[in-house]
């Protein structure tokens, strides 16, 4: 093994930094075999396994064990022809993106480029052009994973088409990949934006505007609705300090035109909220970045903090939602919050509906929307977060189907939720056969 480390006083830089990991053994690997090693070394010791890329989310157990760092093995080859790439686990979405888009291609990237490409495909893939494209887990080609036997394997819908099958949509609990092959899709220029409104002002507009707006879009259209409380810091922009903005996000490619006429309807939730005589003056909208753009600044539409930070979040995946509930679930995230919480809703349906060639074990393809929620823990306790998305839950219950795995932030290790009782079972018997002692985390749904 190459670069392995004891009881290690340094950190392991990470993205999250909420929840500290510490394990009884670093491995930083450098090569798929320092992988295979590690696996192998920590099977015969009886230790638990966790791999760590980005460090966005948790990687498993994050006390004891051996932990392996696969940041190094951040390959990008992109085959034109095929319109594929080929990465490594340790590469990040923003590395996928350049390397794809001198040839006209684009994966199906989620928001932050500083995100594990590998790691957030193994839950799903949750892209911004999500309706158009579906999940990126649909468009894997190969895994290259190295299971708990110390054994590592080729994985295709032709050679073990079940772990074939659990590792799109499935997570971390068969193995730790080490690479995939993915399929690209011809996408360089997009029209996309945000709108951001004064919360204070419109939040119920806009809430059920947006609702509204999502039964009328085609599928090209990707969206989600946020909102925070901003803090009162000298660093942001005047016009956001201490305020509550809501925003409208959108990813569409087709033209300029089109994308136009298809948010008129957003830009005219603000209209109709200005009720003064000087409706420009009077308008609750903050800004309005809407415009074509290479896909190179897809990463703009969202505007997700770059730095490391510690949070805690987690999720509902939802069918249909109540207006007046989804106004309440905002407000309650919001404003009357007791701590900095953002709240966002995805629009889902489209190409995310549809049952892929070879399936997956990605779950709940009929939900109509996705609600993330996500906290600052700066000085927050954990326990009064977990208390206020409990509250909004129940707010939200009639709706809620389940969870989204990619997006449990410091969630520990609970599976509950993550799939449908079906697909949970399935999962679950791929795990005994795999991984039999529980390396990667013990038995599924424990």
Not at 225 to 232: I, K, Q, S, T
């Amino acid at each position: 093994m190459v670069s392995a480390s004891e009881g290690r006083a340094e950190p392991l830089p990470t993205f999250q930094t909420g929840f500290p990991i510490r394990p009884d053994r670093l491995v930083e690997a450098a090569t798929p075999e320092d992988v295979r090693e590690a696996v192998a070394y920590a099977g015969g010791r009886g230790l638990h396994v966790a791999a760590h890329a980005s460090g966005h989310g948790l990687p498993g157990p994050v006390e004891g064990g051996v932990l392996i760092a696969t940041r190094a093995l951040d390959s990008v080859t992109v085959d034109p022809v095929r319109r594929t790439a080929r990465i490594g686990a340790g590469a990040n979405w923003g590395q996928v993106i350049e390397a794809a888009a001198p040839h006209g291609l684009a994966p199906l990237n989620g928001s932050s480029p500083s995100v594990g490409a590998v790691s957030y495909t193994l839950g799903g893939g949750l892209g911004i052009l999500a309706r158009e494209f579906g999940y990126a887990a649909d468009h894997v080609r190969s895994l290259d994973v190295v299971t708990a036997d110390g054994t590592a394997r080729r994985v295709t819908p032709e050679c073990e088409p079940e772990l074939f099958w659990g590792l799109r949509g499935g997570g971390h609990r068969l193995g730790v990949v080490t690479g995939l092959e993915i399929a690209l899709v011809a996408v360089e220029r997009l029209y996309g934006g945000s709108i951001a409104f004064d919360g204070a002002r419109a939040a119920g507009e806009v809430v059920r505007g947006y609702l509204e707006w999502t039964r009328t879009v085609p599928d090209a259209v990707t969206s989600s609705l946020a909102a925070l409380v901003y803090p009162d810091l000298p660093r942001l922009p005047e016009e956001l300090r201490g305020r509550y903005v809501i925003s409208v996000r959108v990813a569409f490619t087709g033209g300029v035109a089109e994308g136009e006429r298809l948010v008129a309807p957003l830009r005219a939730i603000g209209r109709a909220a200005a009720d003064g005589p000087d409706r420009a003056a009077d308008s609750p909208v903050l800004s309005d970045s809407l415009r074509e753009m290479p896909y190179t600044e897809s990463h703009t539409i969202h505007s997700d903090p770059p730095f490391p930070h510690a949070y805690y979040g987690d999720s509902a995946v939802l069918g249909e939602l109540d207006a007046e509930r989804t106004v309440q679930a905002f407000d309650m995230a919001g404003p009357r919050a007791p701590m900095m919480t953002v709240v966002q809703l995805n629009h889902l349906g489209g190409a995310l509906a549809a049952r892929p060639e070879v399936p997956s074990a990605v779950p709940y393809r009929d939900a109509r929307f996705l609600l993330r929620l996500l906290s600052p823990l700066d000085g927050t306790e954990v326990g009064a977060v977990r208390a206020l998305y409990g509250e909004v839950g129940r707010v939200l219950e009639p709706a809620v189907l389940g969870r989204s795995l990619n997006f449990s932030f410091g969630g520990g290790d609970r599976t509950a939720g993550f799939h449908e009782a079906e697909t949970a079972k399935r999962l679950a018997g791929l795990v005994s056969q795999y991984d039999p002692a529980g390396l990667f985390g013990g038995p599924y749904g424990a």
